[in-house]
């Protein structure tokens, strides 16, 4: 069982910059396949960026370049570091853990990108 919290989303401008956090509480973290997904208002969810046990790391088009996902086993944490955010990143932000056939998920972090 992994317990999952997010923070770090707030009200950013255009070109703007933004640390999301995901604390995990349970054991054998370093083992979870660990995420960040969005879903926007009337939209489906959709995977941003993702880096495995092992330290592999896959982005979506539509932030490569913009954004890096990085984890610390020894704090149980996985960061994503947004840069020059657009409006249409906004959206609510999930950090998901994933082995085998487990997916655990977080309550999510509002990010909105307005001036």
């Known amino acids: 069982q992994v317990q999952l919290v997010e923070s770090g989303g707030d009200l950013v401008q255009p070109g703007g910059s933004l640390r999301l956090s995901c604390a995990a509480a349970?054991?054998?973290?370093?083992?979870?396949?660990m995420g960040w997904y969005r879903q926007a208002p009337g939209k489906q969810r959709e995977l941003v960026a993702r880096?495995?046990?092992?330290?592999?790391?896959f982005y979506a088009d539509s932030v490569k370049g913009r954004f890096s996902i990085s984890r610390a086993d020894d704090l149980n944490v996985v960061y994503l570091q947004m840069n020059s955010l657009k409006p249409e990143d906004t959206a609510v932000y999930y950090c998901?853990?994933?082995?085998?056939?487990?997916?655990?998920w977080g309550q999510g972090t509002q990010v909105t990108v307005s001036s």
């Open positions: 880096i495995s046990s092992t330290g592999d790391i």
């Open positions: 349970g054991s054998m973290f370093s083992l979870y396949h």
């Open positions: 998901n853990a994933n082995r085998w056939a487990l997916d655990y």
